[in-house]
């Protein structure tokens, strides 16, 4: 009888082993990665951007939308730019590419002290200071004359006009 009872606790004590032998056998492998949705937009009120050094600009829109590391959604936005005379630039709607230094721009309007210029849409550099359309443009000077055509180069630094395709000029004297 001593014997069956060894046998019965030698049996269990063996089974009792098979989980803790399972248990440390297993292998924990490291968590699946899970995929947490980021907020990949943040949206600004009032929002106004300066620059520094050489080329002074301000950057103003009532509301913008960072949309990336680097881009910037802006609604009615306006850039003005400090050279020898002020030079301002509204539009409806515009995306600045932070990394590359330009603002792609739609429903543009362009104001100097002698000129004057409107476009449906355009990219201005901010580090060569140009601002570039090939959707057509027209172009004021001092209130009288104009040029307007399909591919248009304004060059705001030296406050020169460059425009080609389909080109159409007036020119009016002033009264005096």
Known sequence: MRSKFYKLAIFLLVIS??????????????????????????????FILKSTGKNRWQLVSPKAKFVGKNVIDLDKPVLTLFQKTEITIEAEKARFFRDRGYIYLKQVKLKGVNFEAYSPEGVYSLKNQTFKTEKGCKVTYNGINSSEGKVCTLDLKYQRAI???????????ELK
């Not at 425009?163 to 004297?173: A, D, P, Q, Y």
């Open 17 to 46: 082993f098979f989980p803790f032998l399972i248990f440390i056998s297993k292998r924990e492998t490291p968590p699946e990665k899970v995929n947490i949705p980021q907020h990949k937009t943040q949206t600004v009120e009032k």
């Open 163 to 173: 425009i080609s395709g389909g080109i159409r000029t007036t020119i009016r004297e």
